[in-house]
Structures are given as structure tokens and as C-alpha cells.
């Protein structure tokens, strides 16, 4: 019986939609049960991995029209108005969904009490996301496009020249209402069609863009991806050392203090907003550049793509930061993507070393500003007509830096990068295939400590807290210039820490190693 | 026939303009307006959208011309059987308007009408406003008559709801009522006749008139907009973002036929371009072949304008909605890109039609049935929302948009506009109480309803910030804000309050700014060193458009009606100091770029961080020593706190703890009384407060000013800038927040003292000296001390100056309140002070010898602590003292005994006396404390069972050692000393 409503909502949803349709009752209600239909059909993993992707690899064009797709997206524009749709059409017949009448009729009035409102987003396939996370999240994906698609709205995805999927999305179900925010990952299910873009402006010819009909949505839910990590304490202490090692060899020279900052900065999140316990920014310092050019990406934005789930790398250079946006901005009443509009999680690694002397001129500072403001206060400001409204970010960054310190931002942490004699310069930026890859199943076992450690919560213990009290206070008295930001830096330290030894609480050991890990970094930096 | 109809005169009543043309070249959409010839009933076409979903929508499904087509055609078929009904409701609402238009006299004094409107006419009580205004719609050739939505609702409360709610169905109607009215009253007026020679009197053009309604009890936002809401009156608020051209719409067309070339008049167009779909001569039979006659033809101005949600109307995390709002005839050119303007009006749906004939599937039969149409073929079901709904293969998408009948500013709302304030805050008040859900009401009620709400609510702003509480004030106030008013010249009068906190590096001034940013959601974060005066203010760039120069607004102007936060301010390039400078006074920003001089609103609160001159904080030197800021911004701050770095074990445990425990518990560590969302609704409902003075509240505001003045003449207090007119109007406006913490819309005497204490710790108080009890004991008894003046001495200042005021207002408000606040926590006042303390504290008042000096603190260093307290901290004593003592004499006549009041001093500070030592060392300041307000002739003592007065004697009181062990013998009571006025200052003996 099941089965059998499966293969029917996978095979035409359309006359799944119609049958479920009952004109007899409120049509208030219709696209709620719509909603909740289909996610009935759809509620077993199997059955959900069950409908098609629309992903980079399986474009709109390779699906016949009136498809039922999943999209797993990034929601990158809400400002559209919501549209008007006749939900009831001649001879009681469902709308909306795309469904029109299917035969022309002459002088039949309509109620206009049937008209309804339709929320109209914009998504796009989740930028930053890598390659490994988004098999494990879709189930298995085939490697090869099949079509080349070529997306008409390229301004709307937040990393240009990359191929990418930009989608009209139009919502039914209004229960729960302003319910998608920008940058939401959301896996949308519904079917797929061609039409016009929704615009409030007039366009003599409107473009035709993909739009998704969606029957019912899935919030991204935080899970750790490859499932639970099983291991006892001593091994989660190898695999720890395990991974910085690799980080350490394979991407910063062998410096392992900075492949723990790494790390710790790659689990940390914002923990809370009001008040502000946000992700520490991270600086690695007196990083070289690569002696060739262009230059190539450094070796850590490759091992950083096979850690995470989510990396973005952006490579600063002048000619960037004046002519590309970093925050969103309205034009002509279409939001235009900047480069930081990334979904929560994600971790941006900077680097500064395409930088050279020259102007930089309104548009660089502003973009500069913006990032430095995502920062310092994990919001980005999307630029409107007259006005300027701030959106939450929760992203991580690490920042590349040639000088003793960043050239344009102040992090929270800076650390003095000290490669080991016997590694080159380039070696810090070898190719792709030079990285010595651990086996397969240790990078599996990497990624879901790496994932585990980010969702985990940390607790402070009664005796650590009087002991980071006192030991405050001590310190105080030795050295006046200790001022609380570094009590509050070396709070979040110590958290991210345990977080990273997947200890539940921060210890008086974890805090003094914390502290040691913190006062090495200084040494250096003095 | 119908053809018959249109060659006929037309009846003058029914002659709207179109009700919509935003999308004149590709839209179609049936007319909601009535046909001339068919009688109103046919207004009601479902294809315009409006669904009213009552019975008679069933019978009134004809439309203007197509739905005349098609009710030829239709008759017999589906429609026939339904016979042609009048609206009945319609025309009884038209009568009970021409009625309530006629006989409306204003009762009371005359409302403000929106200042926007020029053309309003000016009437005197007892006058028939309307026809007043009907009169003067003549001598200025006008066509608009604005009727104001309250005397409506006065007069005719059932009237005024129908126009409510089915505006768009009776406004045909209500339009007639006042053609009936020119008519009857201004007969001449109803034509124009621009070629009046060659015209017969059939086609002389009649006038159009058009019914502006305004003051609408609510003004939604544009989020509000959901189907239910079409056709009713309504108004909207939205900030416009751009703006179309003016150009002329054709609401009734005169066409010649160009086969027998007759004349066909008065063609009704509606969204479209619409012919005659038949020529009326009956041996003719054209259908196609027509010729516009422009002259003869009737134009009304039209424009589109585009809108934006206002920033505060935006949930959280959403992005701004946009509508178009088509505006017609007067209205045009009423709103420009940038003004926050209200339009009333109603909520129309237009089928968007410009989707049809694209390239793609389905459409072989979409573009055949289009051009048709376009084309006029004269096919049936040619035109008209229903003949293209019937050609969609695919779904047909609809277009909202926003027909306004009426525009103003809104910044009247605001609370700018004085004229209407009181109403219109009541109203706000009300109108956001509604929005409330019960759960946040009862909280919010609960709020209200408690007591010492001003000092609970300081505790819960920046939850995170451990100390400071004057900051917090400072802040809590900055977010209540003054009353924005303007004069009758039209100069604004800022009622944002400026605050600038000045401190060492890494203390906790960054966070003050952040959680006001994190608080406030729309405001703006900035940093001094990363802004420029472009980035800050406004830019000017190129509208690629058209090419020409537009302004764009920067964060100041983004933060209009919010507040922006500036970080190293003292980094900032001073010309830029400069530009912002404008924008705290004048609430307007000056920009001279590209070309083009413009001057653009920005009313904003700045809250400012600055770092002192050479990093730290000099307490040897004043307070403009330490900023690197020019004089006249310095006055631009209302408020200047500073913060320092103090090197205390027992804060610095304090510091700790706080942060270890937001990073353990987050919201629950910091657990403030009030969450951040209820401080929000509490003072989103306190901010539509407009608290006026008090004749005595304004008796006060008067003196203390003359009191600031006066110690200004003197240079005793070494201020840190001139007390000028600006402190006066700081004063008020702080009174004014205050008086809105405490929700009411009196300023209380009270309110003005707590604004005069915060304004006198900002600006002269900071660099008061502790009060040095053993030293003061001392100079007790070296009586020539004195006199001796201060200029020079060491400025010692502490971060608990602060802490005092809060006390004050407590005691303000109830003169037993709890110390809820208090500096115990902050023991770092302990400095010892080497001047001459009494006098320094006198220089407050010049004049007066005696003054403030010894004040109890408590200062937990181990054994012999020496008795020094701030100043503040004394003055906060003193007033509670004397208040105490005074109210206890207004209710027995008696004073108080000694212990009696010693105990109750202990009582007060129990909760924050820890240890035995604590309870010995307040006891001892209280009694030290005593003496001092009798030698300062604040109190007097008098001795004996029999209260009999005997004159205080200081020697004999410094005599005995120390106080406790006095009383053994002789009862000892205090009263307070008659010259104290206990109304007026603490400080002023």
C-alpha cells in the first residue's frame, strides 16, 4: 500500500496532488495537508533517498518537466514578495503547484476568494559544500554531469565561477510562516518546472528560471555526518594526534601548535548570541607566499575540503576586493549574493598573499569591512535601497597571513606560524595530488571527530570554575596588562579544547593546557 | 444596447479614474469601477480581484466594458438569469456620506491634519468643514477633498466602518456623494471647458473628483497585506525606495471611427488600452478601425512608486518587502525616494499578464489568444481578466499593488510631528499593545504594574557587563529616548540622546556597544578607524538608470529612528567628527559631493566609545584632557561616562566569575530580570509615551539648570565644557526618557533631579573627590581648613561615581526604597585623598561653604580602613538620610532617635554587609556620616527625651569619639535642618 503511494508520488506528484485535492473543504487548509501528505509518503530514509537530486550533476535540464526532485539548498533570497495563485480552478479543480487549466473555457468566472498567497524564495545548491559531504548527504551521486547547465541568475550564488544550481522556489504551506532565512539550509522536495521569474519589476521578455513547487521541506537538521564516532577515550587522544599531525605535515609545515589552532578553530561555533560567545578568528602569521604565480591555493584549503563538510576559500587580492562584493546587495530589487553569504558552519579560509601594493578603493574597504565585521560580531550587514539591515552568520575563518600579523583584520588569535626547517615553502602549497591522503577510513573517522566535536556541548564544572576564578585573579595581581578579553579568549580556548579532546567538561587540566597552548602562542608572537 | 450607452452623455457620477494602470503596456485587469451606463451595480467584476466574499459579489460580477461585452454576450447564458441589482448598501452609504459631508461641524478644538498637505483649508470651530473645504477645492482648483478619518468615525461609526471595510466597493459611491455636493455647492465647478468654442455642451469634460481619506486609527505594514485586506481602506507605512516618472493615463477615451467616422465618447479605459469594441453607428459595424482624439480625451497625472518595508516593521532576519503604490491626480510628486511616508488606501491584486507569450511550452496557444486580444479583434472574451485566465495553460500569476488615495509623511508618527503627538502616541501605545500576544501582554502588564520599575529594569540592560550600572542607565535612557519635537518654524529639536563612554583599553566599553547593536537589531555598529565620513553619513553615487547622481544613505542615515554605534570615535578623522557632528544636533546630514548639495534626515542616537589620550586614563587631568575632542562635539553628548581599568582583587574576582559564568551558563548565568525580548516590548510601548513637564517638574528643570549655570559662572566646578542652553535641553530630554522608563507621560519633579544627577556625574561630577572621612574628622577640628579651594588638587575619580544614582532614583521614587544598587560591590573608592575633600564637594555649589563630605562606604580593606567615600557615594548618603528623616517628620513631627536611624541604615545595607567586620565599618561610616550632615548643617541634633532643640554644636560632637558609644547616657535625635529643601537638591543645603 505504501509502496504503491510512493511510486505514485514519485510518478506523477502532479495527479497525486489533484487526487488528494478536496474541494469540499477549506482551502486555507489544503496546502498544509498537501505538506503533510507527502512527507508521510516520504518519511523512511529509503523512500526519501528514493527521489531524484537536482544537484550541479543532475541539473533541471535532466529532469522531464513536472518532475519530482529533492534539492538540498541554501536559501539566498527572501525578499521577493510572496505571489497570488488561484487555488481552486474551474470545476473545483486543485492550483497552485504549477497546475493550470487544462482546457480553455469561455465565461467562467472566478472567485476571488480562491486567490491564496505563495511564499517566492531563491536557492541555490549549498555553496562551499564538499564533494565527500555532499555524496554522504544525498546517498550516491554520480560523478559526471550530465548536462552542462549554464544558470541564468549567476549574480545569486555567493561564488562566482562556480558551477552551481540557482533555483525559483515557490512555498504553499504557510504554517509556519518567514519561516526560511537567508542562508537556511533547507532540502526542499517538489516538483520541478520552468517559469517565468517572479520580479517586481516589468521585464518586456521575463526570463524563464528553474522553479521548484515544493510539496514539503526538511530543515537541515545538525547530525553528525558518517554517524556516531565509537571509540573510547584513548583512542579519540591518538585519533586527535593523528589529525593534527596530518594537518600539520600535509598543509602547515609541520608546526603542529598551528594545526591544533586550526583544528579548534574549524570546531568552534557560535555557542550563543545574546550574550556574544562567538568562534575565535584565526591568524596564522609570517605564512609565506607561494614563489609561483598565479598563486596556487595553499595545501591547507585542500586538506581543509576533505575535512569538512563546508570550506570556502577566499583568496584576497586587490583586483577582488574592489570590483567583487562581499555582502549581499539589492539591486533592482534582486539580491545579489556576496561572497559571505555562506551557510552556518561553513569555515573561510583567507589568505593574503595575492595581495599587492595598489589602491584600494570604496568597494575594497567596504568588503573588508564587511568580512572583518563578520569577524568580530558573526553579522553581515545585506545592503537594500536606503538601507542596510544586519543578517546572523555563524562562520569560521582562518586567515593567511605573510607579515607578523594580518594585514587588514584583527583576529582574536594570532599565531606565528614556525615551519619546520626540513619543509620548502612550496610545500605549503603543493598540488592536490601531492597531499599524502591517510586511508580512507581514517579520513572517514577524521571528518566525524571533526563533526562529532562541533555538535557536541561543553560544560565548566564547579571546582574548574573557582579554580579559573582564583587563577584570574592571581594574574591579575602579577601582571596588570591581563585584561578580562583575555579571560574571555582563553574561556572560549579552553572550551574548544575540551570540545576537541571530546571531553564533556573543561577541567583545571584542560584550562592549564589551554593557558599553555595560549602562552606558547604568545611567546612566539613577542 | 450597450453601444447605445457609450455615445451617450455620461453620467457624471460614476466617472473614476481607472482604478489601476501600473503596468499599462502588458496588464489587464477587469475594473472594479462601475459603468456609467450600466448603473454601479457592475463594479464589482471578480476579475479585478476583489473578492468581497459576500452575496452580493455573486450579482455584481459585471464589469466596466468587457464584462459589458460579455454580459451581450453572456445574457442567457451563464450570467443571464441573474438579473441587474442596484447596491442598495451602496447607495444608502453614498447618502449617509453626502449627509455626514454636509453636516459635519468640528466639536472640539480643530485636530492637526497632516502636515503634508498645504492645501488643506484652514477652518474655524462651529464651520462646516467639508463644505468649507468644497468651497476652497474651487478658489485653488483642486479636485481632492480630504476627509479625515476620525471625524468619521465620530459622526457616523457605521458608516465609517463600511468605507473600512468595503472601501473599494462603495468608493464609486462615495465619490458620487461629492460630485452631489459640488453640484449643489460650487455647480461651476463641475466642468472644464479647455476648448470650450468648438465643443457643444454634451462634451464639455466634466471634472474629476477624487476623496482623500486620512488619519486612520491603524497603519499597517506591508507585511500586513494578505488577501483579507483587499478592498478595504486602509494605510500603510513603507519608506519609498524609488519613484516613476509622472506620466498621464487615459481615463476615458474619444475615439472616432475611421470607417463612418463617427464620434464615440467617453470610453471608459481600465489597465489597458481599450477601444470602443463596437461602433455604435448600426449600419456601420465597425470593430477595429479607431482613432484616439487626445483632445477631447480625458488625462489624470499617474504615478508608481515603489516602496520598502520600514526597518522596524522587518521580524528579525527577514529581508525588506517592497509594494508598488500607484498614486493619481494630486497626489503625484507627494513622495520622493528616501521619505518614511503612510499612504492610505486599499490593496489591489493585478493578474500578471506580462508572463504570457514567452517562448516555451504551451504557449502556441497563449500567443494566438494574446494577440487576439492585444489586437482587439473584437473576439469574444477578448479583453478582460476572465478571457485570459481562460487561456492559461499555465498558472497565472497575480501582481499586488497598493491603490493610494492619500499620502504624508509619516514621520509625524514618530513622534516629530507635536501637533498630533498625544493622540497619536495613544494610539501607537495601543495599537502595538494589540500586537502583543496575551503571554507577552500579562508580561508586559506585570512590568508595568511593578514597582521600582526604572531601577529593575537598568539591572537587566547589558546583562553581560558586569558593574557600571550608571552606563546602563545612560543606556536604558538612550534606548527610551527623548521626545523628538519641532517648532513652529519647522526646526527639529532632537530627542535622541548622545552618549560617549570614555575608558581604558580592554575594559568593557566595546560590549556597551555591542549589546546595544545585538539589542537593537536595526542598529549600526561602527568603528572610528574603519569608517569614513562617506561610509558614516551618506554617498552619493550614480543612478545607473538615468545617469543622474542619487544619494544613497550610509550607515547614520540607516540607523534614522535607531542608534549608531561608534567605536574609537577619537580614532575618527575630524572631519568626519564634523559630519556627524551635524547629524547629533541637527538630525540632518549635510553632503556636498559629485555636484550636488542635499540635505537628508538622520535621526539617530549616536552611542560613542573613545579611548583617552595616550591610552589610559589620566585621572590628574579633566575629562577633555583625556579625549582628543573638540569642544563643541564634547556638547553634543548628552552623556559622558568613563570607565576605568581598576586593579582590584575582589572585582577582578567579580570580572571572573561573571565570565566564566556566561561561558557555563549563557542566559541563564547572566539571568536578568527581564529577558531581552520583554525589554524590548517594554520599551517599544514606553517609546510611544510623550512625557510632557510638570509646572513643578518644570519649576525644578529651571533651577537645576540655574544651578549648573550658575556653578558654570563661577568655574568652581571645572566642567568639562561650558554649561550652555544644550545642558537645558539634555535635561529635558533626559527627563523625558526617564519619564518613559516609568511609562507615564508626566515628568515628575523626580525624573528632572535623576536627569540633573546623571547630567552633573557626566559632566562636571566626574572629577569629584572621594570624601576622606578621617581626614574629614580632622578637618573637623582645623576648622581654617575649610574654606581652602580646590583648583589643582588631584582629580580622583572612580567608576562607582556611577553607582550612586540609581540609589538616588530609588529614593526619587520612594523615599524608603531598598538600595537595590549599590557601590559595595565597587570597592575601589577607597583612595586616599590628600586635598581638602568638604571644599572640593562644595564646588558643586559655589557659594555655599558647607557642603558634602563624609559618606559612609563600604571599603573592604582588612583592619584600620581608612573612611574615604566618593562623592557621589556621600551625596547618595546624604539624600537618603535627609529624605528619611524628612518624611519620617512630615508623618510624627518628631525626629529620629540615633540608633534608631543607625539601625535602619544597617537594615538597608543588610543584604550586602557579609561579614562582621562590614557591619562595624558601615556602622562607623553612618555615624561619621551623621556628624558630618550635622556640622554641614544638613541635619540637626537635638538631645534629650524631651525633644527640646539645642543648637549643634560640631566641637561638642567631634568631642566624644566615636559615635556609637554616644548615646549611652542622652538620647540623641535627628531632625532635619530647616534650611535643607528637601523638594529641591540634595546637594544645596
Known sequence: MVSSLLVEALIDPTRVLRAIYDPSKEIDIFPSTVSSYFSKVFESVDAFQEIPLLDVDHPPESHSPRALVRFRAMVQDTSPSPEMYLSKLEGNKCGGWGIANETVQEGVDYSYADLQECTVVWAVNVPGENRWSIEEIAGTTKGIPEKSHQPSQQHKFPLPDVPHIGVQVKIYDHSTPDSFKSTDIVTFVGILSSEPIHSELDYSTPLEVPTLHVLFSKPEEPSIQGGVIEADSSNIAVLREDLISWIADESLGGDRDAAEWVLLASIAKVQSRNPPILPPSLALTCFPSPSSSPPPPPALSRVMSLLLPLSVTLPLSLPLLNTSTFAPESKNEDLHAGYLQLPAGCIVLVTESGVAEGKLIEKGIMNLKALQDVMSSQSLPYIFPFSQFSFPTDLGFVILAEGKKSAFFQTSITHRLQRSKSKSEDDLYKPPGKIALPPAQTLAQFRKFLSAAKMAKVQVGDAASEYIQNDFVRERQDDKSVSADDLILRMTVARLLALSLHEQEVSVDIWERAKELDRRRKAQLS | ?989
Open chain 2, 1 to 989: 444596447m450597450d453601444i447605445d450607452g457609450l455615445s451617450s452623455p455620461p453620467a457624471p457620477l460614476s466617472s473614476l479614474p481607472p482604478s489601476s494602470a501600473p503596468f499599462p503596456s502588458t496588464n489587464e485587469r477587469g475594473s472594479p469601477r462601475s459603468n456609467p451606463r450600466s448603473s454601479p451595480v457592475a463594479r464589482r467584476q471578480p476579475a479585478d480581484a476583489l473578492a468581497f466574499g459576500d452575496d452580493e459579489a455573486e450579482e455584481e460580477q459585471e464589469g466596466d466594458e468587457s464584462a459589458v461585452r460579455r454580459r451581450r454576450r453572456a445574457r442567457g447564458q451563464v450570467n443571464g438569469d441573474v438579473p441587474l441589482v442596484k447596491d442598495a448598501v451602496g447607495e444608502s452609504v453614498a447618502e449617509s456620506f453626502e449627509t455626514f459631508l454636509k453636516g459635519f461641524t468640528e466639536e472640539v478644538a480643530l485636530a492637526p491634519t497632516p502636515a503634508s498637505d498645504g492645501d488643506l483649508p484652514e477652518v474655524a470651530d462651529g464651520e462646516l468643514v467639508y463644505i468649507e473645504q468644497i468651497h476652497t477645492m474651487r478658489e485653488y482648483e483642486l479636485t481632492t477633498l480630504y476627509v479625515d478619518y476620525g471625524h468619521l468615525l465620530q459622526k457616523d461609526d457605521v458608516l465609517a466602518d463600511a468605507i473600512q471595510k468595503q472601501y473599494y466597493r462603495f468608493l464609486p459611491y462615495l465619490r458620487r456623494a461629492l460630485l452631489n455636493l459640488v453640484t449643489e455647492f460650487e455647480p461651476d465647478y463641475l466642468k472644464i471647458n479647455p476648448t470650450a468654442a468648438t465643443t457643444d455642451s454634451a462634451n464639455l469634460q466634466s471634472r474629476e473628483f477624487n476623496i482623500a481619506f486620512y488619519h486612520l486609527p491603524l497603519v499597517s505594514g506591508i507585511r500586513d497585506l494578505r488577501t483579507d485586506k483587499i478592498g478595504t481602506l486602509m494605510s500603510i507605512s513603507g519608506t519609498v525606495t524609488r519613484t516613476s516618472e509622472v506620466r498621464p493615463e487615459l481615463l476615458f477615451g474619444s475615439f472616432i471611427c475611421e470607417v463612418c467616422g463617427g464620434l464615440v465618447n467617453e470610453i471608459e479605459q481600465q489597465f489597458k488600452y481599450t477601444e470602443p469594441s463596437l461602433c455604435p453607428n448600426p449600419t456601420c459595424g465597425n470593430r477595429t478601425a479607431w482613432q484616439l482624439q487626445i483632445d477631447t480625451s480625458k488625462f489624470t497625472d499617474w504615478q508608481k512608486v515603489r516602496i520598502q518595508e520600514n526597518p522596524s516593521e522587518i521580524p528579525t532576519g527577514s529581508m525588506p518587502r517592497s509594494l508598488d503604490v500607484i498614486l493619481r491626480s494630486e497626489l503625484v510628486e507627494r513622495a520622493k525616494a528616501g521619505d518614511k511616508c503612510v499612504f492610505t488606501g486599499t490593496f489591489i491584486v493585478v493578474p500578471d499578464v506580462s508572463q504570457l507569450g514567452l517562448p516555451g511550452g504551451n504557449k502556441a496557444e497563449l500567443m494566438r489568444e494574446a494577440n487576439g486580444s492585444n489586437a482587439g479583434t473584437g473576439g469574444v472574451g477578448g479583453s478582460g481578466v476572465t478571457g485570459l485566465k481562460s487561456l492559461g495553460v499555465r498558472d497565472l500569476q497575480y501582481k499586488t499593488a497598493f491603490l493610494a488615495c492619500m499620502v504624508h509623511d509619516s514621520d509625524g508618527r514618530g513622534g516629530t510631528n507635536i501637533r498630533g503627538e498625544e493622540e497619536e502616541g495613544e494610539d501607537d501605545g495601543q495599537a502595538f499593545v494589540r500586537s502583543l500576544t496575551e503571554p507577552e501582554f500579562d508580561e508586559l502588564k506585570s512590568m508595568l504594574d511593578s514597582d521600582h520599575i526604572y531601577s529593575r529594569l537598568v539591572e537587566s540592560i547589558a546583562p553581560t557587563v558586569y558593574g557600571h550600572e550608571i552606563v546602563k542607565k545612560g543606556l536604558l535612557l538612550q534606548l527610551m529616548g527623548g521626545v523628538h519635537k519641532e517648532t513652529k518654524e519647522g526646526m527639529h529639536l532632537r530627542g535622541d540622546i548622545n552618549i560617549c563612554i570614555v575608558g581604558d583599553p580592554s575594559t568593557s566599553k566595546s560590549q556597551f556597544l555591542k549589546y546595544i547593536c545585538s539589542f537593537l537589531p536595526r542598529a549600526v555598529y561602527t568603528s572610528g578607524k574603519a569608517s569614513s565620513a562617506a561610509g558614516l553619513t551618506a554617498a552619493v553615487v550614480k543612478d545607473e538608470e538615468t545617469g543622474d547622481f542619487t544619494i544613497e544613505a550610509g550607515a547614520l542615515m540607516l540607523a534614522d529612528n535607531g542608534i549608531c554605534a561608534i567605536d574609537e570615535f577619537d580614532k575618527m578623522d575630524i572631519s568626519d567628527q564634523v559630519a556627524i557632528h551635524e547629524a547629533m544636533e541637527q538630525q540632518t546630514i549635510s553632503i556636498a559631493k559629485a555636484g550636488i548639495h542635499a540635505t537628508l534626515n538622520a535621526r539617530t542616537s549616536i552611542l560613542a566609545a573613545a579611548n583617552p589620550i595616550g591610552g589610559r586614563y589620566d585621572r590628574k587631568k579633566t575629562l577633555r584632557a583625556n579625549v582628543a575632542m573638540s569642544a563643541p562635539i564634547m556638547s553634543r553628548f548628552d552623556l559622558f561616562f568613563v570607565v576605568l581599568d581598576e586593579c582590584d582583587p575582589k572585582t577582578d574576582l567579580n570580572i571572573a566569575k561573571h565570565i566564566v559564568n556566561v561561558h557555563r551558563f549563557q542566559d541563564e548565568a547572566i539571568n536578568p530580570e527581564f529577558s531581552t525580548e520583554a525589554l524590548q516590548r517594554y520599551i517599544r510601548y514606553a517609546r510611544t509615551f510623550n512625557p510632557k513637564l510638570t509646572p513643578e517638574a518644570a519649576d525644578v528643570l529651571v533651577e537645576k539648570y540655574r544651578i549648573l549655570r550658575q556653578d558654570d559662572a563661577t568655574g568652581a566646578g571645572r566642567n568639562s565644557y561650558r554649561i550652555t542652553v544644550r545642558q537645558l535641553e539634555s535635561m529635558i530630554r533626559l527627563s523625558e526618557a526617564i519619564a518613559r522608563a516609568n511609562c507615564t507621560s508626566e515628568i515628575t519633579p523626580a525624573f528632572v533631579r535623576e536627569a540633573y544627577t546623571l547630567l552633573r556625574q557626566s559632566i562636571i561630577h566626574v572629577e569629584q573627590d572621594d570624601i576622606d572621612f578621617d581626614e574629614e574628622e580632622l578637618e573637623g577640628e582645623r576648622e581654617g581648613d575649610r574654606g581652602r579651594r580646590t583648583a589643582g588638587d588631584d582629580v580622583e575619580e572612580s567608576q562607582d561615581v556611577e553607582m550612586s544614582a540609581a540609589e538616588m532614583e530609588a529614593m526619587d521614587q520612594v523615599e524608603e526604597s531598598s538600595m537595590g544598587i549599590d557601590g559595595l560591590a565597587h570597592p575601589n573608592g577607597t583612595a586616599i585623598q590628600s586635598g581638602s575633600p568638604s571644599s572640593r564637594a562644595g564646588s558643586a555649589v559655589p557659594g555655599s561653604t558647607a557642603a558634602g563630605s563624609p559618606a559612609p562606604v563600604p571599603v573592604p580593606a582588612p583592619p584600620k580602613r581608612r573612611m574615604v567615600i566618593t562623592h557621589d557615594k556621600y551625596l547618595t548618603l546624604q539624600s537618603l538620610v535627609v529624605l528619611h528623616l524628612s518624611a519620617t517628620e512630615r508623618e510624627t513631627g518628631k525626629g529620629i532617635d540615633r540608633d534608631e536611624l543607625i539601625d535602619w541604615y544597617l537594615e538597608l545595607k543588610e543584604s550586602e554587609i557579609q561579614d562582621v567586620d562590614e557591619l562595624e565599618y558601615e556602622k562607623e561610616l553612618i555615624t561619621k556620616m551623621l556628624r558630618k550632615l550635622v556640622k554641614d548643617n544638613y541635619l540637626i541634633e537635638v538631645r534629650g527625651d524631651v525633644q527640646e532643640s539645642l543648637p549643634p554644636s560640631t566641637e561638642e560632637n567631634s568631642a566624644q569619639s566615636s559615635g556609637v558609644q554616644d548615646g549611652e547616657n542622652i538620647r540623641v535625635y535627628y531632625m532635619v535642618h530647616p534650611s535643607v529643601d528637601t523638594e529641591g537638591s540634595s546637594s544645596v543645603p
